[in-house]
């Protein structure tokens, strides 16, 4: 059975979540696939002025509004997402990703590798690099600067995953080449984003 993926690229507007959220939804509804990936920090937008405005912006997975509405959009549209959102989990701030699914059904991974400032900001992530069977792929999450390190997508691939999601907000120039590397050695998909 064939899966149609894809990745939706928009300009988040800072600490506006209800906004990015609803362009994400107009953007959502125009396509037709099965599995779609969103930006890192698609929800909030990623440059934080504080380690208090993240705590502000971040929200709990699955309780939090974003991933509620994460949920309504993938149930109306039939759809995977997977979305790079701030999560606030125990007594941490982590970047992260979250996939939901139609049947309300979701997985969290947090970003193993903090690039730059991001670490004044955000714990480094403690969720194993896992694969989900999602329709009839299997499926690998990383966030962005992750793609630096090659065992990160070597352990998804050895894991089994088919495809490999990025929520990313890549602004090394060379860093989309290195994902093409990745997929060509692991012999797996990746979706990434195209432009910076």
Known sequence: ???????????????EKG????????????????LLVLPELFSTGYVFA??????????PIPDGPTTRRLFEISAQKRVHLVAGIP?????????????VSPDRSFKVYRKAHLFREEKSYFRPGDTPFEVYSIGGARVGIIICFDWIFPEAVRVLSLKGAQIICQPSNLILPYCQDAMVTRAIENRVFVLSLIHI
């Open 1 to 15: 059975m064939g899966m149609r993926v894809g990745y939706i690229q928009f300009s988040p507007v800072f600490g």
């Open 87 to 99: 999560e606030r989990g125990g007594d941490g701030l982590y970047n992260s990703a979250v996939l």
């Open 19 to 34: 906004r990015n959220l609803e362009r994400v939804s107009e953007l959502v509804e125009g396509a037709e696939a099965d």
């Open 50 to 59: 504080s380690k208090h405005e993240l705590s502000r912006l971040s929200e």
